[in-house]
């Protein structure tokens, strides 16, 4: 899946905690370094019932990058590298890259609702987790994004939404769903909930996946730690991956 991210995060301060859809301030860059590692012994078949599949494991390396351009524009980037087998067959090369522009189209103190338009170059991984490795290649994205911050009980909060859709070469086009809500229960700490659906346009039968994953994140200064876990609860014609997920932010 596009790390769209679809889930980076602009700071960790002591002010109000921002989110993927608040452009970053201009001249600042944030990059974030992400291990992912994801098991399927299990699938969703065509009625969304689990049944056994042959094991599968895949692993990526990626460095997301987002720099603020000017008060409204961000840039944002991705590249990376990536193995993986299963009983048939192994990969290893480069990851998906990615390179977008995100446009804050209204923001206050309080929220912001931003466009991204960006595209991709699939890698030699799994650039869709219904597809073999390998399978595609050029990806058109545009993206909504609404993230608002609050006070609840005296903690920092805020929630991020995410609607897109891409166009794919040699996969299905894909509607995708992300939405994240982000606590703070401390200065240094965040706690992080985020949902990532989509569906891809298949005929007769569409692949259809909703992967949860839950995260906390320790500021240091400028530099944070992210350890999570990531899993399918839900999903057709794809397999249930459920995974590691570790990461460093370093804000410049």
Same mark, same amino acid.
């Given at each position: ?7 980076a ?10 989110a993927?859809? $608040? ?29 056994? #599949? ?17 008060p ?15 009983? $048939?067959?192994? *990969?290893?090369?480069?990851?998906? #890259?990615?390179?977008?522009?995100? $446009? ?11 466009? *991204? ?6 890698? %030699?991984?799994?650039?869709?987790? *219904? ?9 058109? /994205?545009?993206?909504?994004? *609404? ?8 903690? /920092? ?42 569906? %891809? ?20 200064g400028?530099?944070?730690i ?22 460093v $932010?370093?804000?410049?």
């Amino acid at each position: 899946m596009v790390l769209a991210i679809a889930a980076a995060f602009s700071c960790l301060t002591a002010s109000v905690t921002r989110a993927g859809a $608040w452009p970053m301030a201009p001249g600042r860059t944030q990059a974030i370094t992400k291990y992912e590692r994801s098991d399927a012994k299990q699938g969703y078949g065509p009625d969304a019932v689990l049944v056994d #599949i042959d094991p599968r494991r895949d692993e990526s390396l990626s460095v997301f990058v987002e720099h603020g351009l000017t008060p409204r524009l961000t840039l944002q980037a991705k590249a990376g590298v990536t193995r993986g087998h299963d009983r $048939w067959a192994g *990969y290893s090369g480069r990851g998906p #890259i990615e390179l977008g522009l995100r $446009w804050a189209a209204h923001r206050d103190d309080r929220s912001s609702l931003a466009l *991204y338009v960006g595209a991709g170059e699939a890698g %030699a991984g799994r650039n869709a987790g *219904y597809a073999a490795p390998g399978q595609g290649s050029l990806d058109l /994205e545009a993206r909504v994004l *609404y993230g608002r911050s609050a006070a609840w009980k005296g903690r /920092e909060v805020f929630v991020d939404l995410e609607a897109a859709r891409l166009r794919r070469q040699g996969l299905a086009d894909e509607t995708r769903i992300d939405a994240t809500l982000g606590v703070r229960p401390a200065k240094n700490w965040l706690i992080l909930a985020q949902t990532y659906a989509g569906q %891809a346009d298949r005929n007769p039968v569409r692949s259809r996946w909703v992967k949860s994953e839950l995260s906390v994140v320790r500021a240091f200064g400028d530099w944070s730690i992210q350890a999570g876990w990531r899993d399918t609860p839900l999903g057709r014609e794809t397999s249930r991956d459920r995974g590691l997920v570790l990461a460093v $932010w370093r804000k410049l």
